[in-house]
């Protein structure tokens, strides 16, 4: 055990997130996405909700202040009647760890190709749908 590490975030997430550089990407993905087929890299946390991870994550990862595209969720698609009220606690984390983040979307077949290119993709046990989310790292200040 570390201090003032959250125990959601695994060796093997902290590795990751400590690897990544400047302008990587990360995907953390709800239990409907395709991440085997997506992801190059693949990090299981199973069980955990993706805003506990949010939260755990953003104390130690800062987001790219260079590229307003730094935080990126799955657009619903046109006609789908599905809600998203995981967004509004999102916004919530991210304003509380990144208050000047701005949040954007992207269709649905856009960001799977995006996510493709990710660094890593973390499978979380989110059953919140269009709950997933591209994060892009940025230099810690």
Not at 73 to 96: F, H, S
Request: glycine fraction near 6%; proline fraction near 6%; include cysteine.
């Amino acid at each position: 055990m570390l201090k003032g590490i959250s125990p959601l975030l695994s060796p093997e997430l902290l590795k990751v997130l400590d690897e990544m550089g400047h302008g990587d990407e990360i995907v953390f993905a709800d239990a409907n996405f395709p991440t085997v087929s997506t992801g190059k890299r693949i990090v299981r946390a199973d069980g955990i909700g993706a805003v506990e991870l949010l939260d755990a994550v953003l104390q130690l990862f800062p987001l790219d202040q260079y590229d307003e595209d730094h935080f990126v969720l799955m657009e619903v698609v046109p006609g789908d009647p599905v809600q998203t009220p995981i967004w509004d606690e999102y916004k919530a984390i991210l304003n509380r760890y990144e208050p000047e983040a701005k949040v954007h979307t992207m269709e649905r077949f856009a960001y799977y190709e995006r996510a493709k290119e990710a660094y890593c993709v973390v499978a979380t046990g989110e059953t919140a749908q269009y709950a997933n989310m591209i994060l892009k790292k940025g230099v810690v200040r």
